[in-house]
T-cell receptor, first 113, second 113 residues
Framework: GESVGLHLPTLSVQEGDNSIINCAYS??????FIWYKQESGKGPQFIID?????DKRQGQRVTVLLNKTVKHLSLQIAATQPGDSAVYFC????????????FGTGTRLKVLA | EAGVVQSPRYKIIEKKQPVAFWCNPI?????LYWYLQNLGQGPELLIR????????DSQLPKDRFSAERLKGVDSTLKIQPAELGDSAVYLC???????????FGNGTRLTVT
C-alpha cells in the first residue's frame, strides 16, 4: 500500500542498536501523552502512554521520557528490530479539560540490517 | 478484544459525488473519534463523540461533511459533495474513557478524481 510519511524526518538505526525518537509538544496544559506506531497501510497502533505526574515510564523494550519544563517527549526503543520500522507519532491531550488528542508530525524509523 | 473496524478500506470517486465511511468501535468504548490523515502528516481531528453526542465538531467542514453516531455505537462519516482536496485517509478511533489511549482502525483511503 501507499506509504505513510514519505516526507517525514527519518531516523536510520542499525539493527540491535537503541533508537531515540523525539517530540516537542505544544500545550503546557496537556497532561496525557501517547506514542503511536504506524505501519504502511495501517492505522496508528498504541505503544505506550505517560501522564504528566510522571517523568518516565517503561514498557517492553520501550521507554517514554517526559520533560515538562521544555515540553519534550522521547521514545526509546531498546535493541531495535526490523519490525520496528514504521512512522512514530506522539500525541498530547488533556489541556483545558478537553480530550482532543493532538498529533505531532511523526518520525520515520528505518532499521538497517 | 476485537479492534476498531472500518469500511470500506478503499474508495475511489469522482469529484462532486457523495461518499460515506462506516466505523464500528471496540465494544464498550463510549468515545469515538474521526480523524483525517494526509500523506506525510499526523492525524487531524474532525469530530469526537461521547456516546451519541458530538462533543467536539469544531474542525468538521460542515458545509460538506456530516457524521452521526446512532445508538452510541457505530458511526458514519459522509462527504457530499466530495472535492479533490478531500483525498486522504479517514481514520476512526475509540477509547474507553477520557484520558485513555485511542485505538484506531486501519482507515479508509479516499481518492477523489
Amino acid at each position: 500500500g501507499e506509504s505513510v510519511g514519505l516526507h517525514l524526518p527519518t531516523l536510520s538505526v542499525q539493527e540491535g542498536d537503541n533508537s531515540i525518537i523525539n517530540c516537542a509538544y505544544s500545550n503546557s496544559a496537556s497532561d496525557y501523552f501517547i506514542w503511536y506506531k504506524q505501519e504502511s497501510g495501517k492505522g496508528p497502533q498504541f505503544i505506550i502512554d505517560i501522564r504528566s505526574n510522571m517523568d518516565k515510564r517503561q514498557g517492553q523494550r520501550v521507554t517514554v521520557l517526559l520533560n515538562k519544563t521544555v515540553k519534550h517527549l522521547s521514545l526509546q526503543i531498546a535493541a531495535t528490530q526490523p519490525g520496528d520500522s514504521a512512522v512514530y507519532f506522539c500525541a498530547e491531550s488533556g489541556g483545558s479539560g478537553t480530550y482532543k488528542y493532538i498529533f505531532g508530525t511523526g518520525t520515520r524509523l528505518k532499521v538497517l540490517a | 478484544e476485537a479492534g476498531v473496524v472500518q469500511s470500506p478500506r478503499y474508495k475511489i470517486i469522482e469529484k462532486k459525488q457523495p461518499v460515506a465511511f462506516w466505523c464500528n468501535p471496540i465494544s464498550g468504548h463510549n468515545t469515538l473519534y474521526w480523524y483525517l490523515q494526509n500523506l506525510g502528516q499526523g492525524p487531524e481531528l474532525l469530530i469526537r463523540y461521547e456516546n451519541e453526542e458530538a462533543v467536539d465538531d469544531s474542525q468538521l467542514p460542515k458545509d460538506r461533511f456530516s457524521a452521526e453516531r446512532l445508538k452510541g455505537v457505530d458511526s458514519t462519516l459522509k462527504i457530499q459533495p466530495a472535492e479533490l482536496g478531500d483525498s486522504a485517509v479517514y481514520l476512526c478511533a475509540s477509547s474507553r474513557a477520557r484520558g485513555s489511549p485511542l485505538h484506531f482502525g486501519n482507515g479508509t483511503r479516499l481518492t477523489v478524481t
